[in-house]
């Protein structure tokens, strides 16, 4: 296999990258609960990845966002709103996160720290 090959099927791998500057996690968390938003995932993973004016930078962000809210839409007919349903279909979307990384939690945070052992279904 050629160095190209792979590289390229790295690249396709990566989603879209956050926009938040020197903004760490905590700072978009405390903000994002300041705008009296669900502190959940989904909503710090948005907010990390828009422009200055609140608007999805890209195409890929604008698609996560749509499959966010389609999935968030119909979950809501059976199941009440939750932060941990929220975080359920962040990890549909996005995918499971790596071995010691917690998505939108920032450096240093790791799933042992959070008791964050429970798998979605």
Known sequence: MEAAEKNNRNREQVGPPHRTGRRS?????????????????VSVWIEMRKDAAGNPKDKDTADFIEQFNEKIDEALVNEEDSVELRDCIFAKVVG??????????????????????????
């Open 96 to 121: 499971d996160d790596g071995h010691g990384h917690i998505r939108t939690m920032g450096s240093g945070v790791t799933p042992l720290q959070l008791n964050h052992t429970k798998k979605c279904s």
């Open 25 to 41: 996690c905590a700072n978009i968390r405390r903000e994002v609960g300041a705008a009296s938003k669900p502190i959940d995932k």
